[in-house]
């Protein structure tokens, strides 16, 4: 179960050295190195070398990197799975994800990382109870560009079922689950509603693909100091409440039982996380 930071995941293209050098300074809690869509075909061989040598290097603190690989199906795929395998990074990211079987091709060549799928396409989405399922499965990562055109959708409010449905399998798994991107990259009101409307529905953070979204997904998914505040006068009067023989307290004129001391300590626990990994 992965348990750091993944508020903001910034993808980075294998075929930009330049940008893989600046990540290294970025704020952004997970970084996908992106050898698929990002990257020209003519510059897929240039690209995995290029991150072969950044990840080599180092300097990436403690953000979660993972790569993500072209499918099984191209000409890529499969160098780029054994690529990663032996590269110093925390997962393999598997694009269009249909099914638990499209995992375990890649499980094969990458037999000591943890794998995430990018759910993006009509079936992966129906099939995303057995896919969250898989052993080695850490995340999903929603890929919003690619399920709009394969269903034909015009709006976020259409793939509204399939992100609550992929949020379901996630939960019910327990494992991370990370909001699709928003290409206006310069719009920054546009991406805060996505980022509060991503939150609101559960979602652990926001893929992106600007720096310049960083600073508005860190603060919408981290916890605020009045959410951290309202977790630390839950938990006192929680406990104060049991002292005296009582399984509920009341606070601000609300309940607060056990389910809420949960919650509260998971805010908590966000919040430490994200400290260490500033510290990094
Ligand atoms: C969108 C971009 C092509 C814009 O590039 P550019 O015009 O070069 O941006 P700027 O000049 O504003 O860049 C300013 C500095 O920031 C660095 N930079 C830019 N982007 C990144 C990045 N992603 N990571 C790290 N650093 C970045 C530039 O190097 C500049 O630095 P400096 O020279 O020092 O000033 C570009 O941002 C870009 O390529 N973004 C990534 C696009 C991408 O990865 N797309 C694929 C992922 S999205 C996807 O596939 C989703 C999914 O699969 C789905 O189906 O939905
Ligand atoms: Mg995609």
């Known amino acids: 179960m992965q348990t750091r930071p993944t508020r903001s995941a910034l993808y980075i293209p294998g075929s930009k050295p330049r940008a893989l050098d600046k990540a290294r300074g970025l704020t952004c809690d997970v970084i996908l190195f992106d050898l698929e869509?990002?990257?020209?075909?003519?510059a897929k061989i240039e690209a995995r070398s290029n991150?072969?040598?950044a990840l080599a290097q180092g300097g990436y603190g403690g953000r979660l990197k993972l790569v993500r690989i072209n499918g099984l199906d191209t000409d890529w795929g499969a160098d780029d799975a054994r690529a990663a395998a032996k590269m110093p990074c925390d997962g393999v990211l598997v694009p269009k994800?249909?099914?638990p079987a499209d995992l375990d091709a890649v499980a094969d060549l990458v037999p000591d990382l943890p794998l995430w799928a990018m759910m993006e396409t009509p079936l992966g989405i129906l099939?995303?109870?057995?896919?969250a399922a898989h052993p080695r499965l850490e995340g999903f990562v929603i890929g919003t560009n690619d399920l709009a055109k394969d269903m034909g959708s015009r709006t976020r409010a259409a793939l509204t079922t399939a992100l609550q449905h992929c949020l379901l399998a996630a939960r019910a798994a327990g494992i991370v689950a990370i909001?699709?991107?928003?290409?206006?990259y310069q719009d920054q009101d546009g991406l805060q509603r996505e980022c509060i409307e991503g939150r609101d529905m559960g979602f652990d953070g926001k893929s992106l693909i600007h720096p310049a979204q960083l600073d508005t997904a860190n603060a919408v998914f981290g916890p605020t100091a009045e959410d951290i505040d309202l977790a630390h006068r839950q938990?006192?009067?929680f406990d104060a409440a049991v002292a005296e023989?009582?399984?509920?307290?009341v606070l601000d004129g609300r309940i607060v039982e056990n389910l809420h001391i949960v919650t509260a300590r998971a805010t908590l626990a966000k919040a430490d996380a994200i400290a260490a990994l500033e510290r990094t």
Do not use: E, F, R
């Not at 869509?37 to 003519?42: E, N």
């Not at 099939?127 to 896919?131: E, G, L």
């Open 127 to 131: 099939n995303a109870q057995t896919i």
């Open 235 to 237: 938990i006192a009067a």
């Open 179 to 184: 909001d699709g991107v928003y290409n206006a």
């Open 51 to 53: 991150l072969h040598d």
């Open 37 to 42: 869509d990002a990257v020209a075909p003519d």
């Open 245 to 249: 023989g009582q399984g509920v307290a």
């Open 97 to 99: 994800v249909s099914s």
